[in-house]
């Protein structure tokens, strides 16, 4: 699957780390960094982050859309 | 809006986030007509922040990076192709193997290149490299993984002090030569700036400020040996990275009659292209990196930004634009420019315009401890803030630069310095940096030109050695 997280909005509260550790973390206090193509058995994990986040940062596509 | 008059054929110059976020717009929005985009990377659009952080840490794959994007685009992608040409009044564009694309509406988001190192023969050698795209990113990673002596890094603006900070987390001997007085200077100003060279310096970069790079050197088999620095250093490096800031891709536009050169390209704050005789089109539209527009928030004057949160909100807002059938109203682009960065281990992130700034003041938290926000002021207003490692408080202060609150702002926040204490921020520098503001004042109305103001990036601001 793909992830994307807008940094912009982002703040920072690490819901997403809690609910999704393989996915997302931080690289520093205030950093995040993710994964931006999980493998699928992270699905539930991913869904439950983009739910999580205070912000609403967090967009992710379960299947890779090919053209 | 698929009224009869709605237009069939749309084509996107540029693949990357700006394009695909309006070819994305366009489909939601209820375009069903033909959709292409032309890109010059062989690439699907992917994202580009992290390819000066965890790509090149070794982190992440950069094949990795690939955008999320709607399902149902229904697009004809023509990549591994720039387009050279456009010709506005039979409304084709040509790519560079000579193939004409028709379109009823147009959407230019070509964005920006890296600034190459002005000696050719310099910028050949093995072992000098730029940082822009995905393939970029790749050859540099691998040569970083094969533990160099020490690593150059010409110009201090957010790229170049991020790959510096990376090479830093690698282990890797350092050195980051600047023209201004302060990595960072050039958005930041030299009061900030004066923050981020501590930072390099406590993480062990060695960092030339006023500095510039004279030559690269090669051995006898065209590896680069040796760097020769303004202060009258030479340096041992095996990989020098140019960071020089970008150049806008509109070279494309030349003989089209829009209002494009090396700033950019002239649109309305509806995403509009002007012509070079400062009359605004209506079927060529503007997005991203590669747009200069009139900011009612800063007087009207021409804003460049090449900012992520920019491509993304311009696009949606040419897409809608370009759709629209009069009556219906054009949607205003004026979203404040807002950006981050990770470096040295802090998040640094910004909302509002730096450079137009004459003063500076931390608001809240130390610059000792390492969190703090700081407020610049024009003239007695709030006109942009950093956040090091306080994310969360930035929101309030975008609050703040849209309403012109005074400056400095009156916040009763428990952890202010008491009392605040306004300096200079130093940004009257005058293209001094060696690297370039990533959003920024360009001018003050729609013109073309063929006038290159950036200076050579070799030129110290004192006399160099002989």
Sequence with gaps: MRVLVDLNRCLSYGQCVFAAPSVFRFHGAESLEYDYAPGRALAEEVRHAAAACPVQAITYAEEPSGE | ?466
Aim: charged share 20%; glycine share 10%.
């Design chain 2, 1 to 466: 809006m698929s009224s009869p008059a709605a237009p069939g054929r749309v084509v996107i110059v540029g693949a990357s986030l700006a394009g695909l976020r309006a070819a994305e717009t366009l489909r939601r929005e209820g375009f069903r007509g033909e959709l292409t985009l032309i890109g010059d990377e062989p690439h699907e659009p992917y994202d580009r922040p992290p390819l000066s952080k965890q790509v090149l840490a070794g982190r992440a794959s950069p094949a990795h990076t690939a955008l999320v994007r709607a399902p149902d685009l229904e697009a004809t992608w023509l990549l591994g192709e720039p387009a050279a040409a456009l010709d506005p009044h039979t409304r084709t564009v040509t790519l560079a193997g000579g193939r004409e694309i028709g379109y009823d509406r147009l959407l230019i988001a070509t964005g920006t290149r890296a600034r190459p190192w002005p000696a050719a023969e310099e910028a050949a050698l093995d072992g000098v490299f730029t940082l822009r795209g995905r393939d970029d990113a790749e050859r540099l990673r691998a040569a970083l993984a094969a533990g160099p002596r020490r690593v150059l890094v010409i110009g201090g603006g957010f790229t170049g002090s991020e790959i510096a900070s990376v090479c830093r987390e690698l282990g890797l001997p350092v050195t980051l030569a600047e023209r201004g007085p302060a990595p960072l200077s050039g958005a930041l100003g030299a009061a900030a700036g004066s923050v981020a060279a501590r930072m390099q310096r406590a993480h062990g970069v060695d960092l030339r400020a006023n500095t510039t790079v004279m030559a690269l050197e090669g051995d006898g088999s065209g590896r680069l040996r040796a760097a020769y620095l303004s202060d009258g250093d030479v340096v041992e490096v095996d990989v020098a990275v140019v960071a020089l800031g970008a150049v806008r891709n509109t070279e494309w536009l030349a003989g089209s009659g829009l209002a494009a050169d090396a700033r950019g390209v002239v649109c309305d704050a509806a995403c509009r292209a002007f012509d070079a005789d400062a009359v605004v089109t209506d079927d060529v539209y503007v997005a991203g990196d590669v747009a200069r527009w009139p900011h009612p928030h800063y007087d009207g004057l021409l804003l460049a930004v090449e900012h992520w949160d920019n491509a993304v909100r311009q696009a949606e807002t040419a897409a809608a634009n370009l759709l629209r059938e009069p009556p219906a109203p054009l949607r205003p682009h004026r979203g404040l420019p807002a950006f981050w960065s990770y470096q040295f281990g802090v998040n640094i992130k910004s909302v509002g315009l730096p450079t137009i700034a004459d003063e500076v003041v931390v608001t809240q938290g130390a610059v000792a401890d390492g969190r703090f926000v700081a407020a610049y002021g024009r003239q007695g207003r709030t006109v942009a803030a950093v956040a090091v490692d306080s994310p969360r408080w930035l929101p309030a202060y975008a609050g703040f630069v849209a309403a012109n609150l005074p400056f400095p702002p009156d916040l009763h926040a428990s952890d202010a310095p008491d009392p605040l204490r306004p300096v200079p921020a130093g940004l009257a520098l005058d293209d001094r940096a060696t690297h370039s503001p990533t959003a920024a004042v360009t001018g003050d109305g729609p013109t073309a030109s063929d006038r290159s103001t950036h200076r050579d990036p070799r030129s110290p601001l004192t006399a160099p050695p002989l």
